[in-house]
């Protein structure tokens, strides 16, 4: 299994609402990503998980709220956002220093 | 800091021709490592080929090769016999070998095969 499995691949939220974005994979990867990706761009890293620990936060907005429950799953909480916000999300893996990452599909998000 | 540079915003060639996509770096580090990624329609950002910067020959995987010119730093991607599955965005991207997890990307090539 080399996969990593991203739900939902759409959300359309309301700026009051509170949704959550799933990420999981059974690769044995230790670390775990959360990108942000506007259209016709690269992607922009938001977090970083280590060894269920987070490693690398790159100044992110406190309405992202990232969650590693345990080595397979990554969670983004996602609060009170703003029309900026929409864009896709991709998350990844890869094993320790991460010379190949793997990227999920992404969840396409839309704040109305 | 790094910077990765790519001067062709979009691309497109006739199926079965070659094609090359540009890259260029810049980074004051001996040891690091480049890399071309693949984003089709699909979304799922894809691997296409990685250069040890340490290491002087061109990585090749099947129809892909690069041509890796580290003085110059220089990395570009030839896809060869190109197919109708290669339309994608292609990202380059550099890694130090210090920094366990951050990739610096450039801006991205849109490539085009047509039938």
């Known amino acids: 299994d080399t996969e990593v499995t991203q739900t939902p691949k759409h959300l359309v939220m309301g700026m009051t609402n509170k949704k959550s974005l799933k990420c999981e994979q059974h690769?044995?990867?230790?670390?775990m990503y959360w990108y942000k990706q506007k259209a016709k761009k690269p992607p922009e890293l938001m977090f970083v998980?280590?060894?269920?620990?987070?490693?690398i936060n790159e100044s992110v907005p406190s309405r992202f709220s990232p969650e590693c429950p345990n080595s397979s799953l990554l969670n983004l909480h996602l609060h009170a956002l703003q029309p900026e916000d929409s864009a896709l999300y991709l998350c990844?893996?890869?094993?320790?220093?991460?010379?190949?990452?793997?990227f999920g599909q992404g969840t396409r998000l839309t704040v109305v | 800091a790094q910077t990765v540079t790519q001067s062709q915003p979009e691309m497109s060639v006739q199926e079965a021709e070659t094609v090359t996509l540009s890259c260029t770096y810049d980074?004051?580090?001996?040891?690091?490592?480049l890399f071309w990624y693949k984003q089709p329609p699909s979304r799922q950002m894809i691997l296409v080929i990685r250069?040890?910067?340490?290491k002087q020959q061109n990585a090749t995987e099947n129809r892909f090769s690069v041509n890796f010119q580290k003085a110059a730093k220089s990395f570009s991607l030839k896809i060869s016999d190109s197919q109708l599955g290669d339309t994608a965005m292609y990202f380059c991207?550099?890694?130090?070998?210090?920094?366990?997890?951050?990739?610096?990307w450039g801006a991205g090539t849109k490539l085009i095969i047509k039938p």
């Open positions: 990844a893996s890869s094993q320790d220093a991460g010379l190949k990452a793997f």
């Open positions: 690769m044995g990867h230790r670390a």
């Open positions: 998980y280590s060894y269920e620990k987070l490693s």
């Open positions: 980074t004051s580090e001996n040891n690091y490592y």
């Open positions: 250069q040890e910067a340490y």
């Open positions: 991207a550099f890694k130090k070998q210090a920094s366990n997890y951050q990739l610096i």
